[in-house]
């Protein structure tokens, strides 16, 4: 009769918690990983430790697949012995110090920056596209004492030399010579230094809480600020593909920028696991799966919008011909989840969330279409979280008559928050204490704690999954209530003749809060289908909701990692006299929208249009 009741009882909590043993897995997964970071501080045991121990006992694997070209993992060591050797020889570098890259994708990414780490130098990745006083600013950020730059961005140095030289800021150019004297060339002194071991004396100095690199914020809302990442959070960043079942035998097909945090762990996860990674210099959707054929990829990483790109080529016979088991990253919307396996096949995705400089991650790893993360009771011990009602309006949390904050209900979007501990520690900004204090929040429980401030607007569903609603700047408020710009966008983009759409919310003169707008772009071949748009926005989104203002533009401006900027476009308005593309207003008794003329303009702003 016990065992009946215990059979009954277990039934039953397996019921309420359906992902309970997958949740189980996950904890043991992340204990697991925590014992094996525990005996490397012990050890001191870096990433560069772990590469040396792979070389030994694999050398002749490839590690790099690019282009035509292969490197071993004996290739990559040997090349970094003889890059250490020329930064030495050079007598600009010493051990310790701070070297910049100011490189794109490419091979010698990685032997360059394992070449510094034998040297104990800390590496700071810039963006390639910034320029001018965003270069000097970054640089500045980093303390970094030397520049590497590829060839082809030397234009982009010799518009700031002087200011370098005078910061006493070494220039060294990734060619076999330079025309100014003032850079040095590096790859013909590569070819002349030796390959054997560097002594590890060089970098006796380095602990795991020694800062390994920096890296960037991608400056959507201002100058790039510099996060660091010491030898413990990259240990901590190498697990994620070990937690999302990647192994030595997988090959991760890596097209995102390596100056950008997911782009560079996938090399160095490729490192912890022993595998191979093809690594291209570019993402491009029409190349994509003919690349990943061609390198029997199983691995694929992404972020942003890149994997609605790929869904946006032009449907083939072979779509699902590859070797693609595993798509890891973060940003993939549900509707794009679903178009994706549909067409590809059964891919397992492994959806994350975090950030480079905050202090947890969130995994899905029940693969829930939509969620990026797991609240189970289990994991409350590892994740500190929180998500607190949020202001739209005051741009701050909601607090109570004690000045706490006050929790969101279940389903509610809110501010996710995670408190800072020593188990789960913020680092900042490098050299920005008032960027680094802008995302603690104190007080927010109990009087004295600390919480990191994603920024983010997140909400828990009764069953404990996580889902991301929208950026705190990007929500606006409209007639008394919050619009998020995410599901706005997912709403436009179903119209047939909608290519990608950016959402947001601009001022109307007379008029509280934002009214929304959107910037898209059309398909190829395809005229802007302004009942067929109408339609899908008054199904699907609230009256307060949906945009009021529609803007044509050919291509929509993207950072680095594939997110929208919407910040000049918020600033541009919807002002036909200073906006030479097509606009568009909602028009509600025709069911579309119509052009926005002059006349149609002055009458909004003058408020004998209502909107």
Request: one cysteine or more; charged letters at 25%.
């Amino acid at each position: 009769m016990l065992v009946w009741i215990v059979f009954v009882l277990l039934l039953a909590f397996l019921f309420r918690h359906p992902n309970f043993f997958k949740d189980v897995q996950h904890v043991l997964t992340k204990l697991k990983i925590k014992r094996c970071i525990q005996k490397y501080v012990q050890t001191n045991h870096t990433i560069l430790d772990h590469f040396l121990e792979v070389v030994e006992a694999q050398p002749n694997k490839p590690y790099i697949l690019f282009k035509d070209e292969t490197y071993t993992y004996r290739d990559v060591d040997e090349l970094s012995n003889k890059a250490a050797r020329v930064f030495l020889q050079s007598g600009l570098v010493k051990q310790g110090d701070t070297v910049a890259f100011f490189l794109g994708n490419e091979p010698a990414y990685m032997w360059l920056w394992l070449g510094l780490q034998k040297l104990g130098c800390p590496v700071a990745f810039l963006n390639y596209n910034i320029r001018s006083r965003a270069l000097l600013h970054c640089l500045s950020c980093s303390g970094a004492t030397s520049l590497v730059a590829a060839e082809e961005f030397q234009d982009a140095v010799e518009e700031v030399l002087p200011s370098l030289l005078e910061q006493q800021i070494s220039v060294f150019i990734l060619a076999d010579r330079c025309q100014n004297e003032q850079m040095v060339s590096f790859k013909d002194k590569l070819k002349l230094a030796s390959s054997q071991p560097i002594s590890k004396a060089l970098r006796s100095h380095v602990t795991l809480q020694s800062p390994a690199l920096y890296i960037y914020t991608s400056g959507t809302t201002g100058l790039p600020k510099a996060a660091e990442l010491n030898h413990l959070k990259l240990w901590g960043f190498s697990k994620i593909m070990y937690s999302a079942g990647m192994n030595s035998k997988d090959v991760i097909y890596t097209s995102l920028p390596l100056y950008h945090a997911v782009g560079f762990v996938g090399l160095i996860c490729t490192i912890e696991r022993g595998a191979t990674a093809a690594l291209k210099t570019k993402f491009s959707a029409s190349q994509f799966w003919d690349d990943c054929r061609k390198y029997n990829v199983t691995v694929i990483q992404y972020i942003g919008e890149i994997v609605r790109y790929i869904c946006n080529t032009p449907k083939k016979l072979n779509d699902q011909h590859h070797k693609v088991r595993m798509a890891v990253g973060n940003g993939l919307r549900a509707d794009v989840w679903r178009d994706f396996i549909s067409r590809f096949g059964n891919i397992r995705i492994c959806e994350f969330y975090g950030s480079t400089e905050g202090n947890f991650f969130l995994h899905n790893y029940c693969e829930k279409i939509g969620a990026v993360g797991r609240d189970s009771f289990l994991l409350k011990k590892f994740l500190p979280l929180t998500v607190v009602k949020y202001d739209v309006d005051k741009e701050a949390p909601v607090r109570d008559s004690s000045g706490f904050c006050i929790k969101a209900a279940t389903g509610e979007p809110g501010l996710l928050l995670c408190e800072i501990t020593m188990k789960s520690p913020f680092a900042g900004y490098t050299r920005d204490l008032q960027q680094t204090e802008k995302k603690k929040l104190h007080n927010v429980h109990k009087k004295g704690d600390v919480y990191f401030n994603t920024g983010d607007l997140l909400s828990i569903s009764e069953d404990g999954f996580i889902y991301f609603h929208d950026r705190v700047g990007d929500t606006f408020r409209w007639k008394g209530e919050n619009v998020s710009t995410a599901e706005v966008a997912d709403v436009v983009t179903m119209a047939d003749c909608i290519e990608e759409c950016n959402s947001y919310g601009v001022e109307v003169p007379g008029q509280e809060g934002r009214v929304g707008m959107a910037a898209v772009s059309l398909r190829e071949g395809q005229k802007f289908d302004s009942a067929g748009v109408f339609e899908n926005v008054e199904k699907f989104l609230p009256t307060y909701a949906r945009p009021r203002f529609i803007r044509i533009k050919s291509s929509l401006e993207v950072t680095g990692t594939y997110k929208y900027m919407k910040s000049q476009l918020v600033k541009e308005g919807f002002n036909p006299n200073e906006i030479k593309d097509s606009l568009y207003l909602l028009e509600d008794k025709d069911k579309r929208y119509v052009p926005l003329t002059l006349d149609i303009f002055n009458s909004v702003i003058s408020g004998k249009i209502k909107i």
